[in-house]
């Protein structure tokens, strides 16, 4: 039996310049942060305290800090740290969120559902930073900590975004159709509903990656990140606070740049919405679905 269905995916390219530009924005810091696996101007560690808090001239382009460390240098260094930590944490509260969002859509069990979106409940009423308090009382700060706060914070909203979206979906008439069709609720959970709520979900991730980038930068502030010797822009900001009337260069760069990611994020999720979203865009086109297989 063959059915149609709106495919979100089969969109005009509405939203080409904001996913360019943000594209671009974010290649160019993701690449300074590969290119400093392998090269950086000065090694971000070495101190020089005869050459501390220089402004940013041709010998240091972005200056250098209070101990006389290059701050071109660090920005490069920290990228990975933050950009893999925001990654991270978002990646596990969708590992966690999507599976137990469509549990709670299709499983016609109010308790079962009730019991789910309440305990999602508790744990979004922790914001990062408190989790990442609780979790640091227990196992000590550090870049895994910072990942499992962020990410424990994301798996709630994952879950209440992908309930919602599948529980718009399950009363179509191809979710009836793949019924009749005698596919078991995780066939048509993978193969019908996830498909057709992704954009949601791609959405959703962006928005939460560019937060993630905020929490990871004030985790780290607040010293429950990446520990030194390990760079990070958060921990730049917190070094930085009490020089920043002597050398304001080392709080205007690192908050620049954690600032253009999020810009660059965020235009890249502005791009996918206008490219991704029918019911925004519009622009939805119809596709042809096999559910008798």
Partial sequence: MRVWRK???LITSAGRRNLISGGIILGIIS???MISFFWTPADPAIMNIS???QPPSMAAWFGTDHFGRDILSQIMAATPVTLSVALVGVMIGMIGGIPLGLMAALIHKPFFDHVLTRGGDVLFAFPAVIMAMLL????GAGIGIAMLAIGLFNIPVFLRITRAAAMQQRHMTYIHSA????KTLPRIASEHILPNIAPVIILQASIQFSLAILAEAGLSY???GAQPPTPSWGRMLADSQTMIGLAPHMAIIPGLTIMLTVIGVNLIGEGLRQRLDPYRSGQAN????DISK
């Fill in 51 to 53: 050459n501390r808090m």
């Fill in 179 to 182: 019924r009749l069709a005698g």
């Fill in 136 to 139: 640091t009382a227990g196992f």
């Fill in 286 to 289: 119809y596709m042809e679905t």
């Fill in 222 to 224: 607040l010293g429950l």
């Fill in 31 to 33: 690449l300074a942060g």
């Fill in 7 to 9: 495919s979100p995916f």
